[in-house]
């Protein structure tokens, strides 16, 4: 029977493209695609589809979808389901999965390169440092979609762990009002906008810089921000893990006994 893939493209560099994902879009008869996020040009290449198989369902509700999904496989085709960077973050394919179990249509989920990752390498960050932290959050402030109370800015914040925080960028003043309840006013902070595209720009600040700058450069959309100590990687250079340290003796070198 055929299958429908949920396909991370990554966050807009058509070489992060994965192998797996490049096969699936080969093999698809119709693809959907995520426009307003998702270049064409990363997938173009790979299909030879004409443009009335592929589909941009920006403007389209999630039961339009499925309908051209449900179509589709019936009519025996492959689906690629082109989501930006990957699916399990952000990517709304809970609702459409949901969907497809309804209806007994397989499918399956490629990974793809997070924005969060794509950023960690622009900035040549690690999320983690050993000494520093040991944990990254991944959140958003509440819009369309409600955050649970427990999971506000203000209550992470208390972990001043490193925080990778999407979709918000366009709440900067609450952001960083929300922040400085618990991390200190310096704590550096990086903005990266439209990581992976031609146009992509990194910010490196302090946390009482954040407003401003996102107001002075007018940036209002497809941004990260990223908060921690990790962000000013010239401030951890006594920062060693294990992994490579002869004087320990528990496991082996080239373990992953950190």
Same mark, same amino acid.
């Given at each position: 029977?055929?299958?429908?893939?949920?396909?991370?493209?990554?966050?807009?560099?058509?070489?992060?493209?994965?192998?797996?994902?490049?096969?699936?879009?080969?093999?698809?008869?119709?693809?959907?695609?995520?426009?307003?996020?998702?270049?064409?040009?990363?997938?173009?290449?790979?299909?030879?589809?004409?443009?009335?198989?592929?589909?941009?369902?920006?403007?389209?509700?999630?039961?339009?979808?499925?309908?051209?999904?449900? +179509?589709?496989?019936?009519?025996?085709?492959?689906?690629?389901?082109?989501?930006?960077?990957?699916?399990?973050?952000?990517?709304?394919?809970?609702?459409?999965?949901?969907?497809?179990?309804?209806?007994?249509?397989?499918?399956?989920?490629?990974?793809?390169?997070?924005?969060?990752?794509?950023?960690?390498?622009?900035?040549?960050? !690690?999320? +983690?440092?050993?000494?520093?932290?040991?944990?990254?959050?991944?959140?958003?402030?509440?819009?369309?979609?409600?955050?649970? !109370?427990?999971?506000?800015?203000?209550?992470?914040?208390?972990?001043?762990?490193?925080?990778?925080?999407?979709?918000?960028?366009?709440?900067?003043?609450?952001?960083?009002?929300?922040?400085?309840?618990?991390?200190?006013?310096? +704590?550096?902070?990086?903005?990266?906008?439209?990581?992976?595209?031609?146009?992509?720009?990194?910010?490196?600040? +302090?946390?009482?810089?954040?407003?401003?700058?996102?107001?002075?450069?007018?940036?209002?959309?497809?941004?990260?921000?990223?908060?921690?100590?990790?962000?000013?990687?010239?401030?951890?250079?006594?920062?060693?893990?294990?992994?490579?340290?002869?004087?320990?003796?528990?496991?082996?070198?080239?373990?992953?006994? !950190?």
């Amino acid at each position: 029977m055929p299958i429908v893939s949920f396909i991370g493209a990554g966050p807009g560099d058509p070489k992060l493209l994965t192998l797996k994902a490049v096969e699936r879009i080969q093999g698809a008869g119709l693809i959907l695609y995520a426009g307003s996020l998702v270049p064409p040009e990363i997938f173009r290449p790979h299909t030879s589809l004409p443009e009335e198989r592929i589909i941009n369902s920006a403007t389209l509700s999630l039961e339009e979808n499925h309908a051209h999904i449900k +179509t589709a496989i019936r009519q025996g085709s492959n689906v690629a389901r082109i989501h930006t960077g990957d699916p399990s973050l952000y990517g709304a394919i809970n609702e459409q999965m949901n969907l497809l179990d309804a209806d007994g249509i397989p499918y399956e989920v490629i990974p793809g390169v997070s924005s969060a990752m794509a950023a960690a390498a622009a900035l040549k960050i !690690e999320y +983690t440092s050993p000494g520093v932290t040991q944990t990254a959050i991944f959140t958003r402030m509440a819009g369309k979609t409600p955050v649970p !109370e427990t999971e506000r800015l203000p209550s992470l914040a208390s972990h001043q762990a490193t925080m990778v925080i999407f979709l918000s960028v366009g709440k900067a003043e609450e952001v960083q009002r929300d922040l400085l309840t618990y991390y200190p006013p310096h +704590t550096p902070v990086a903005i990266v906008y439209r990581v992976g595209w031609p146009d992509e720009a990194c910010y490196r600040i +302090t946390l009482n810089q954040l407003a401003d700058t996102v107001r002075r450069e007018k940036i209002n959309r497809q941004s990260l921000i990223i908060v921690g100590r990790v962000v000013d990687r010239r401030s951890l250079r006594d920062s060693r893990s294990r992994l490579y340290d002869k004087t320990y003796t528990h496991g082996y070198r080239g373990s992953r006994h !950190e």
